[in-house]
Antibody, heavy 117, light 106 residues
């Protein structure tokens, strides 16, 4: 079955950088776009980024545009979220998710990023 | 960006009752909407995509309708496991956006 596993979260100081990783198995990874979303503590979901299956297109939420980048390595079935110039308001659980595959999409359990001095 | 407004914020119902959740978009998203369910400590689960299509394994008591700017998620008869937070999402324009959520509570 499809598995999505995020890693790389932790505590980071404001203004610093962090890279999240997402490992995907159980599907033909190179055929599907991948998304990142986040959820601040006690708040709702926020979609933040997508990368096309071939990395030809990428889109970002306004809240992270210019600070976050998304990339993928189809040889390793991995997608990455590079987060620069982190702010306190970036504190959240970050989820990685596949685009819709047939009639479903697949999410990881999330990784917590805490931005604090 | 497209803003999604969900109503009500909280829905207090009993098992067996019908739940009707609404989502309104600030501009037309055609049928490119989805609904997710989220329980505490869990990742979101896709319920409905393209406004009215049930995702894999989703019970028939969940149904979606609407197009343009107004969408509805209906749970025909609430089961105990349905008490959760529900989010609508638009997939028409980048950036994709979520509504703020509706909590269905007992």
């Amino acid at each position: 079955q499809v598995q999505v596993v995020e890693s790389g979260g932790g505590v980071v100081q404001p203004g610093r950088s962090l890279r999240l990783s997402c490992a995907v198995s159980g599907l033909t990874f190179s055929s599907y776009g991948m998304h990142w979303a986040r959820q601040a503590p006690g708040k709702g979901l926020e979609w933040i980024a997508v990368i096309w299956y071939d990395a030809s297109q990428k889109y970002f939420a306004d809240s992270v545009k210019g600070r976050f980048t998304i990339s993928r390595d189809n040889s390793k079935n991995m997608v990455y979220l590079q987060m620069n110039t982190l702010r306190a308001e970036d504190t959240a659980v970050y989820y990685c998710a596949t685009q819709r595959v047939d009639s479903n999409d697949y999410w990881g359990q999330g990784t917590l990023v805490t931005v604090s001095s | 960006e497209i803003v999604l407004t969900q109503s009500p914020a909280t829905l207090s119902l009993s098992p067996g009752e019908r739940a009707t959740l609404s989502c309104r978009a600030s501009q037309s998203v055609s049928s490119y909407s989805a609904w997710y369910q989220q329980k505490p400590g869990q990742a979101p689960r896709l319920l409905i995509y393209d406004a009215s299509n049930r995702a894999t394994g989703i019970p028939a008591r969940f149904s979606g309708s609407g197009s343009g700017t107004d969408f509805t998620l209906t749970i025909s008869s609430l089961e105990p496991e349905d008490f959760a937070v529900y989010y609508c999402q638009q997939r028409s324009n980048w950036p994709w956006t979520f509504g703020q959520g509706t909590k269905v509570e007992i």
